[in-house]
């Protein structure tokens, strides 16, 4: 993610997030956190909107705290989600995290099974965590970020992107170099 990404950032994260960041965090994140790491799936076609996913991660000791992810909200269910996530845990592992972790909202159902279905799985729970409404937070934890199952679940992903979109409309702008 670049700071002229953050624009394209700030029109998902609205229309997505009850509690969105604002633009203000991400220049922050982008040029003062040296543990934090962002990146974004852009579009190369011009009838596609310019980012269609996001994901940070940020490094805590051993642990890759999944900070956020998000997809376009008119390209959900198309495996853009699965894609950003494995990147992201790549980037955990590739910055030297062992494991990775999360809070989800306890009524984010698609969210938690995007994680499930990427090995995490739930340990516990931050009562009224959420500051606009006091919704409890899930944690969950993948406790492995082994890069061989990682390049597995990356390979077969790319398979299932392959036979939805077009590999012209969408580039990974953030190589991961294991
Ligand atoms: C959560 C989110 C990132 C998922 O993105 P996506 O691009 O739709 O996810 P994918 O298409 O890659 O789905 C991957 C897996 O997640 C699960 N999943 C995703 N959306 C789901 C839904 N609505 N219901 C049930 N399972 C869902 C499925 O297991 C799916 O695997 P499958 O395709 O093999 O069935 C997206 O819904 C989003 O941006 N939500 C708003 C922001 C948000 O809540 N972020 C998480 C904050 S903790």
Known sequence: MRMTDIPYVMAIE????????TS???RRELAANPWSHYLVLRSTASDYPPLLA???VWRFDQAGHIAT??????????????????HLL?????????EATLEVRASNTAAQALYVRYGFEIVGRRRRYYS???EDALIMTRPTLEPAPLLQELADIETELCQ???QSAVNLSTSNAI
Do not use: Q
């Open 14 to 21: 609205r229309r997505v997030f009850p509690l969105a960041w």
């Open 54 to 56: 996001y994901g940070g």
């Open 90 to 98: 790549l980037k955990a592992y590739e910055i030297g995290c062992t």
């Open 24 to 26: 203000g965090i991400y």
């Open 69 to 86: 992810i998000a997809t376009h909200p008119d390209y959900t269910g198309r495996k853009l989600g699965g894609y950003m996530l494995i």
């Open 164 to 166: 939805i979109w077009s």
């Open 132 to 134: 606009n409404d006091h």
